[in-house]
């Protein structure tokens, strides 16, 4: 039998605080887990680089928009690609040392980064966490990817639920406040929510958050939506053993093609070309560092993009003259598309023109994307 242990914290963000004014900077490029109840979206997505989310910052505090938490979140998970998230936080916390930080992460890596993320001021983490058990993460997950490779998913769910209990005791020894939000999916963790309230308060979590799902639109699956009895009645079970708090922040939410259009770069006639770094040709799947071949994509005579051919990249070291070297190289492409890349070649080859996508996709896919084709409905890998 589960017993009831409710928790008091001293700093928290509990309900008074999340009336607040919060600003939430889509920052991490790369996801790494999919819900199947969510929309698929084909292709790059659209995230600030971290001059830009902190240009963003400094806009709205000049405009006299008191801020009391700044966030780090989607489109991907910040700890999935931790060097963007760090170099972001850093900058952020030099210019605004007196602002609270807060992420939303599944939690993968929370114990290897959470002494780091502590050092450049996140205070708070909102930990999505919809399972304890893993038969309910494969009903609600399409995938999970702990590390760069798709794993099978009962391999893939046990590493989310154990790196998930090691992440909040990780935040808790690092001072942090943790809240577990949790979408309440009928029919599929429904009936465990008690369950993972029990759990996440038996790791340290500080409260909890349930969100009722919502149909998405484009979704390849459709569930009911749960109705208030449902939701009271799950807020009351759940009470036993975590408090309970409400998601009232007022949220000053950085999105929209007008605010990220940077995000996507556009072929020119200066630069109609695309490089992909990749290890068979098919997926974008390779760290920047580790590519001696880069792949290069553009428009033939009938506008279609294809393969045009490859590019032998610098060897390592040399430094920054290595990442110099590359963008000489690729001085007719307008994007580079890899899964994983350094702060100091980004920064270099952003500077000369070549902005890095960062992205784990099929490069198919992908580059029709960016050459103005639809972005397509796919089913999550498994």
């Known amino acids: 039998m589960m017993k009831a242990i409710k ?52 806009t709205i505090v000049e405009k ?69 058990g893993e038969d309910i993460v494969e009903k609600i997950y399409a995938w999970v990817r702990p590390g760069f490779k798709t794993l099978r998913l009962p391999d893939s769910a046990k590493i989310l639920i154990a790196e998930q209990k090691k992440a909040v005791r990780a935040f808790k020894d690092a001072k942090m406040t943790v809240s577990v939000v949790t979408t309440v999916y009928p029919e599929n963790n ?36 749960p109705d208030t009895d449902l939701m009271a009645e799950i807020r009351i079970k759940a009470s036993k053993y975590i408090t309970i708090s409400d998601e009232q922040a007022s949220l000053v939410f950085i999105e929209g093609d007008r605010d990220l259009a940077s995000g996507i770069p556009k072929p020119s006639p200066e ?16 760290h920047l560092g580790e590519a001696s071949r880069v792949l290069i994509y553009g428009p033939r005579e009938d506008g279609l993009a294809c393969l ?22 690729l001085s007719d492409c307008f994007a580079l598309l890899v899964a994983s890349a350094g702060e100091n070649p980004r920064k270099i080859l952003n500077r ?28 999550g890998r498994k």
């Open 352 to 379: 000369h023109g070549v902005k890095v996508l960062v992205i784990e996709d099929t490069i198919d896919g992908t580059v029709d994307v960016l050459y103005g084709g639809g972005q397509k409905k796919t089913k």
């Open 308 to 329: 045009l051919g490859s590019r032998s990249a610098p060897e390592p070291g040399g430094g920054g003259m290595r990442w110099e070297s590359l963008a000489n190289t």
């Open 64 to 132: 006299g928009q008191e801020i009391d938490y700044v966030g780090i979140s989607g489109p991907g998970d910040p700890l999935a690609f931790i060097e963007p998230t760090l170099e972001t936080l850093g900058l952020l916390h030099r210019s605004f040392p007196s602002i609270p930080f807060f992420i939303k992460t599944l939690g993968i890596g929370g114990e290897k980064y959470a002494d780091k993320l502590s050092k450049v001021g996140v205070t708070h983490v909102d930990l999505q966490a919809n399972a304890v």
């Open 271 to 286: 630069r109609p070309n695309v490089a992909v770094v990749s290890s068979n040709g098919m997926e974008i799947d390779l």
């Open 7 to 58: 928790k008091s914290s001293g700093h928290r963000r509990g309900a008074s605080i999340r009336k607040g004014c919060f600003v939430e900077l889509p920052v991490a490029p790369r996801a790494n887990a999919r819900i199947r109840f969510s929309e698929t979206i084909k292709g790059p997505t659209k995230h600030l680089t971290p001059e830009d989310a902190v240009e963003r910052v400094k």
């Open 190 to 225: 429904s009936d465990h929510i008690e369950c993972i309230a029990h759990n996440m308060a038996e790791y340290g979590a500080d409260d909890m958050i349930l969100i009722p799902y919502e149909p998405k639109e484009n979704a390849e699956i459709e569930l009911g939506v």
